[in-house]
């Protein structure tokens, strides 16, 4: 059984996300999601949703088979748990991929590292883009919500 890492942070799911474990699933025969902890997310804003919550989502996506909260500390104790043939990596996600690959190496790993190119393109295929649509709707909606 061919087993694919994929992972991310999955804040406020959207097509984007379902395409890019589409494309990771494909790679293999078994899917897991290696979901990002909170105080581990420092390249962007903090995620609006709590990380059980984002966990308990992405577990019920169609192509994912398992889902795990990420390591607080080490990003490399769950894949050398899991030991998988393929790591997916999302076409924004900024790991270069040989620094991945020769800190896999030096671990004993023999995971191959695949960029998943694939971008879903829509209005609102990003979890940034969904926030700031709300926040753009915000007064108006708060408006209507204090009329009823
Ligand atoms: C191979 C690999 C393993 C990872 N393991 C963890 C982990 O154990 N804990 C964690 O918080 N983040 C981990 N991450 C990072 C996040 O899941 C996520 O990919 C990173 O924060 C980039 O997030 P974004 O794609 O949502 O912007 C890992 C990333 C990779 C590529
Ligand atoms: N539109 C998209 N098309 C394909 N893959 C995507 C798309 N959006 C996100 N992904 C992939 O999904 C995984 C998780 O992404 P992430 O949780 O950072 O979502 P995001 O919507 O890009 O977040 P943000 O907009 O807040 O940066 C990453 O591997 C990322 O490359």
């Known amino acids: 059984m061919k087993k694919v890492v994929a992972t991310g942070t999955f804040d406020i799911i959207h097509p984007g996300h379902i395409r890019y474990l589409e494309e ?12 990002a902890r909170e105080r581990n997310v420092r390249h ?16 019920a996506l169609k192509p994912v088979d398992e889902a795990i909260l990420g390591d607080d500390e080490d990003m490399f104790r769950p894949i050398e748990r899991i030991r998988p ?13 040989e620094w991945l690959r020769g800190e896999l190496r030096r671990r004993g ?4 590292v695949v960029r998943i190119e694939t971008k879903e393109e829509c ?7 969904i926030v700031e649509r709300i926040l753009t709707l915000a ?3 708060l408006k209507q919500m204090r009329r009823t």
């Open 24 to 35: 990771a699933k494909k790679l293999g025969d078994y899917l897991i999601v290696i979901v």
């Open 123 to 129: 209005e609102l295929c990003s979890s940034a883009r």
């Open 85 to 97: 043939d393929v790591i997916a990596l999302g076409h924004d996600q900024h790991f270069d991929e």
């Open 109 to 112: 790993i023999e995971a191959e």
């Open 44 to 59: 962007k804003p903090k995620p609006v949703i709590p990380e059980e919550q984002r966990l308990r989502v992405v577990r």
């Open 139 to 141: 007064p108006e909606r």
